[in-house]
């Protein structure tokens, strides 16, 4: 049965987050080395990482908008169904025999092969990102459950089960890629942590939203009876218009839309090209990549756990991004030095910048809007970070080739631009103390 708000422990919510963020993780230090084994090269691997915010862009707004309507719980099982079927499939790629299917040279996006496995792990990310609605839906379950006084650090909460799902990933990844398995270990060892978040879903996570559809005798379904089937507007009061037009007509969602839009372009920016930087530049391998990720995750941790926690009771939410921002903004430049000392500088910038921003800026989004439509706030946003995730990860990769390093130049432009933004935030801030 659903429950209070009030009454609902968060911790289901933080460590179903945690396992999706450790199922994901365990792949990372390696997904770059098994595209260029499959016959990719840098442009392919950014487009990859562009297929699950493309695919994201249909489903988030889908999933979020059902998240409304039928319940966060089901929508969260929906969703991590598909990155189970999702993990079988990128097993099955690593399986198969590297054929070549066909060969491109040009000057534009370079060499590369397209493989069967390489084709196999396009369609799991595109499966991933349709169902992939997981985040937008846990923040707005994290919103149903949270007030004025413990927003910010719930979901700085939310933010360091992520970190630390980042932490472990990299070092199991490490741990099981060394047997003789090599990558497949890693990869069902995702198939596996998936299924543990499918039942801590189904067994742990109570239903956020009390006052879904109940069963209407006088013109019973059997969808309403199981509770699948939302209210027609006519049986609802105060029925809330859920089209992204009215949505960016609430006050401030556009601006916050646009600084969520352009933080997932700075950062994707660094996603697509740093696993290429980090092995043709610097000459790492996954070991050390990993080990990058890790300590970033790490650093994240500390800024999202004691840091905010003692900054969230003195500086407003609007202040913490414009600090976060700014610091982000300075470790795209150090990378371009292309030095150890110099790059894991920037690591330690961007984690303690991120870790104190990230959870601020989400904690304004969850204030923002009618509560009724939070799950659709979420999932817009979400697609507007997607739709910024498909642009960069694309265009990343392929001026990689030209510009190299230089290219975490544009990275920190735009995370410049969010620090000049941010100050639009304070005011942001106090018109929805105002409201409240």
Request: net charge neutral.
């Amino acid at each position: 049965m659903p429950t209070s708000s009030s009454k609902i422990s968060i911790f289901p919510v933080l460590l179903v987050n945690f396992i999706g963020m450790l199922g994901y993780s365990v792949i990372l230090p390696f997904l770059v080395f098994l595209v260029e084994d499959f016959g990719g090269n840098g442009f392919i691997y950014g487009l990859l990482g562009s297929i699950y915010p493309a695919f994201q862009l249909i489903g988030a707004p889908m999933l979020g908008k059902w998240s409304d309507q039928i319940g966060r719980r089901r929508v969260l099982l929906i969703s991590q169904g598909g990155t189970f079927l999702a993990w079988i499939l990128f097993v099955i790629a690593i399986s198969v025999p590297v054929k070549q299917l066909m060969g491109v040279e040009s000057q534009w996006v370079g060499t590369f092969t397209l493989s069967l496995p390489l084709i196999l792990l396009f369609v799991a990310r595109a499966l991933d990102g349709l169902t992939g609605g997981n985040v937008s839906v846990a923040n707005a379950y994290l919103s149903d459950v949270s007030d004025d006084q413990n927003r910010k650090a719930n979901f700085g909460k939310m933010a360091t089960s992520t970190s630390l799902g980042f932490i472990i990933g990299p070092a199991i990844a490490g741990f099981l890629g060394a047997t003789v398995y090599e990558e497949l270990l890693p990869v069902i060892a995702a198939a596996l942590i998936s299924l543990i978040a499918i039942y801590v879903i189904n067994r742990f996570l109570p239903e956020s939203r009390p006052e879904l559809v109940k069963a209407n005798l006088k013109s019973f379904t059997v969808k309403k009876l199981f509770q699948i089937e939302h209210k027609e507007c006519y049986q609802m009061e105060d029925c809330p218009d859920t089209g992204l037009k009215a949505v960016l007509r609430m006050p401030h969602i556009p601006t916050l839309f646009g600084v969520y839009f352009l933080n997932f372009l700075g950062f994707s920016f660094f996603y697509a090209c740093f696993p290429i930087f980090a092995s043709q530049v610097m000459e790492w391998n996954s070991v050390q990549l990993g080990l990058f990720f890790t300590i970033s995750s790490g650093i994240m941790v500390l800024a999202q756990g004691p840091i905010l926690s003692y900054l969230s009771a003195k500086v407003p939410d609007a202040s913490l991004v414009i600090v976060g921002s700014i610091l982000i903004s300075l470790n795209f430049f150090l990378l371009t030095f292309q030095t150890n000392t110099s790059v894991y500088a920037a690591n330690v910038l961007m984690a303690l910048g991120n870790g104190i921003m990230w959870p601020s800026f989400l904690s304004i989004l969850a204030k923002s809007g009618s509560p009724k439509v939070q799950g659709t706030i979420q999932g817009y946003a979400s697609s507007t970070g997607s739709l910024a995730s498909i642009f960069g990860l694309i265009l990343g990769g392929l001026l990689f080739n030209y510009v190299g390093a230089s290219i975490f130049i544009v990275s920190g432009v735009i995370l410049f631009l969010i620090f000049l933004i941010s100050f639009r935030l304070l005011q942001v801030e106090r018109d929805l103390k105002v409201s409240v």
